[in-house]
């Protein structure tokens, strides 16, 4: 999406035609993608103060949408334990992006949640 400009509905049956899902864990996808497209206005300066010296453009798509998929996950899916979601982003930049993506991805999603995570009742 980030790329091509494909609305989320879109891209997701593209990918869901594409790779095994399973069928209980599409909505969970789903869920989590859409709702990281409706908050990229929150996210996106989010993830700029606290990549220091980087900007969005800069960074590699692949850092860019882990980072964007991992702060929406620490803000929103509030179920999810913030160790799972930094250690799940880092796990994916170190299969999916550079050799060094895995240490950016920890740096900013773990000072993300330091400072702006609201924690559950």
């Known amino acids: ?19 095994r899902v399973a069928v209980g864990s599409q909505a969970f996808v789903s ?3 859409e709702g990281t497209i409706k908050h990229l206005a929150e996210i996106d300066p989010l993830i700029r103060r606290h990549a220091t010296n980087w900007t969005l453009e800069r960074m590699a ?3 860019r949408n882990i980072l964007r998929l991992g702060a929406y ?7 999810t334990p913030p160790k799972v979601v930094i250690n799940e ?6 299969r ?10 920890n740096g900013v999603l773990d000072s993300i ?3 702006e995570r609201v924690e559950c009742p």
């Open 73 to 79: 996950e620490l803000l929103h899916e509030t179920q």
């Open 1 to 19: 999406m980030d790329v091509t400009g494909d609305p989320p509905a879109d891209a997701l049956k593209i990918f869901f035609r594409h790779h």
């Open 89 to 94: 982003a880092v796990d994916l930049a170190k």
């Open 31 to 33: 869920r989590l993608v």
């Open 96 to 105: 999916f992006g550079a050799a060094d993506s895995g240490k950016f991805v």
């Open 113 to 115: 949640h330091k400072t």
């Open 61 to 63: 798509i692949v850092d």
